[in-house]
């Protein structure tokens, strides 16, 4: 069963609260468990209870992975815990008690067994606790979603106590509240060659997830900018996604968060919901941002939002460095991002409809 339907059959969350759960996995990604908790939708015991249900395992307690032996920790090396996101508990004889993202994965279980020669005793455990201890423990930097906790989401999350972060031979996590970077991951790479708008609104329209909604915006941009870049938009935050240049991914997109509580063209658009197309000032957010693509200040930039509901959901950037823009090109990628914003708005009515088989 999937933990959706499971959701939906145990009736703890609203149909208006997994709807706007739906909406934030289509859009940003992540686990449907993980978004439901941080939007405040779920708590974290009932998580547990679900995630145990689900896998039909027991779910780890903080107290196992906060007690889990430093013997143990420093055995279990961190390439395989990060590639497979697994957190040692402890060891009973020959079995290995093993917190997992998914108790399920028989290959995994496999692996570890052999690597280690003992048999794995599988725990569940919700994700984002998961990153919190691989990133003290391994020092393995959690993605921004998991990343940016104030201290009152850390103590709802852990159930009423903060972890003890002073424990003798623990690598101590970043002061991510702080931080203004958040987990590389692979950059996305957007395909090259001709790319006609008419074509690409078709791919708009049969995209089947978020990844080839952006890399179909950005296939289009690249053909007439030297940098085209999209951003998630949360709150007061755009969050790099995926980016392109003449010489190819944007990598450092993919570590960015640029806060929008101050001018910028971003802000400009995130609130206004218009194009924007005209200079980069010389605003602090204005140098951040051309910092994180690496850019010199161009000629003319070129702001759009991609809405869904009327929320804006992503921003696009893109310039020509120190030539001009095509004036036509604005109304042709609002046309495409219009397509994009419809493309999201079917996704999300497609997970509902999964939710309800």
């Given at each position: 069963?999937?933990?959706?339907?499971?959701?939906?059959?145990?009736?703890?969350?609203?149909?208006?609260?997994?709807?706007?759960?739906?909406?934030?996995?289509?859009?940003?990604?992540?686990?449907?468990?993980?978004?439901?908790?941080?939007?405040?939708?779920?708590?974290?015991?009932?998580?547990?209870?679900?995630?145990?249900?689900?896998?039909?395992?027991?779910?780890?307690?903080?107290?196992?992975?906060?007690?889990?032996?430093?013997?143990?920790?420093?055995?279990?090396?961190?390439?395989?815990?990060?590639?497979?996101?697994?957190?040692?508990?402890?060891?009973?004889?020959?079995?290995?008690?093993?917190?997992?993202?998914?108790?399920?994965?028989?290959?995994?279980?496999?692996?570890?067994?052999?690597?280690?020669?003992?048999?794995?005793?599988?725990?569940?455990?919700?994700?984002?606790?998961?990153?919190?201890?691989?990133?003290?423990?391994?020092?393995?930097?959690?993605?921004?979603?998991?990343?940016?906790?104030?201290?009152?989401?850390?103590?709802?999350?852990?159930?009423?106590?903060?972890?003890?972060?002073?424990?003798?031979?623990?690598?101590?996590?970043?002061?991510?509240?702080?931080?203004?970077?958040?987990?590389?991951?692979?950059?996305?790479?957007?395909?090259?060659?001709?790319?006609?708008?008419?074509?690409?609104?078709?791919?708009?329209?049969?995209?089947?997830?978020?990844?080839?909604?952006?890399?179909?915006?950005?296939?289009?941009?690249?053909?007439?900018?030297?940098?085209?870049?999209?951003?998630?938009?949360?709150?007061?935050?755009?969050?790099?996604?995926?980016?392109?240049?003449?010489?190819?991914?944007?990598?450092?997109?993919?570590?960015?968060?640029?806060?929008?509580?101050?001018?910028?063209?971003?802000?400009?658009?995130?609130?206004?919901?218009?194009?924007?197309?005209?200079?980069?000032?010389?605003?602090?957010?204005?140098?951040?941002?051309?910092?994180?693509?690496?850019?010199?200040?161009?000629?003319?930039?070129?702001?759009?939002?991609?809405?869904?509901?009327?929320?804006?959901?992503?921003?696009?950037?893109?310039?020509?460095?120190?030539?001009?823009?095509?004036?036509?090109?604005?109304?042709?990628?609002?046309?495409l991002l219009a397509a994009a914003g419809t493309a999201y708005e079917r996704l999300i009515l497609e997970s509902k409809k999964k939710m309800e088989l």
């Amino acid at each position: 069963m999937k933990f959706g339907t499971l959701l939906a059959r145990e009736k703890v969350i609203t149909p208006e609260q997994l709807e706007d759960a739906l909406k934030n996995q289509v859009v940003y990604g992540g686990r449907l468990g993980t978004i439901l908790l941080t939007l405040g939708h779920i708590d974290i015991e009932t998580h547990k209870r679900l995630l145990s249900r689900h896998f039909g395992v027991p779910c780890a307690s903080q107290s196992d992975l906060e007690d889990a032996p430093r013997d143990l920790i420093e055995r279990i090396p961190s390439d395989l815990v990060q590639k497979h996101s697994v957190h040692p508990i402890k060891i009973e004889g020959r079995r290995l008690h093993l917190a997992m993202a998914n108790p399920r994965d028989l290959m995994v279980l496999d692996e570890i067994s052999f690597l280690t020669g003992l048999m794995v005793v599988p725990y569940a455990v919700p994700e984002i606790v998961l990153a919190y201890y691989l990133e003290r423990n391994y020092g393995i930097p959690r993605r921004e979603y998991h990343a940016r906790l104030s201290e009152v989401e850390r103590v709802a999350i852990f159930g009423g106590r903060i972890p003890d972060r002073s424990r003798p031979g623990v690598t101590p996590g970043r002061p991510l509240p702080e931080s203004r970077l958040k987990a590389a991951e692979p950059p996305l790479v957007v395909p090259t060659g001709p790319l006609p708008l008419e074509n690409a609104i078709e791919q708009m329209d049969a995209a089947p997830d978020r990844t080839r909604i952006g890399l179909t915006i950005l296939q289009f941009a690249r053909q007439y900018l030297s940098t085209a870049a999209l951003f998630l938009v949360k709150t007061d935050e755009a969050i790099g996604w995926v980016g392109v240049s003449a010489d190819g991914p944007l990598a450092v997109i993919g570590e960015t968060i640029l806060p929008l509580d101050g001018p910028s063209v971003l802000k400009t658009v995130k609130e206004s919901g218009a194009i924007y197309l005209g200079p980069v000032g010389s605003e602090p957010l204005n140098e951040a941002l051309l910092r994180a693509l690496g850019r010199e200040r161009p000629a003319t930039a070129l702001v759009l939002p991609v809405h869904v509901r009327r929320r804006v959901v992503n921003l696009f950037y893109g310039d020509a460095g120190r030539s001009d823009i095509d004036p036509t090109l604005p109304a042709r990628l609002s046309r495409l991002l219009a397509a994009a914003g419809t493309a999201y708005e079917r996704l999300i009515l497609e997970s509902k409809k999964k939710m309800e088989l």
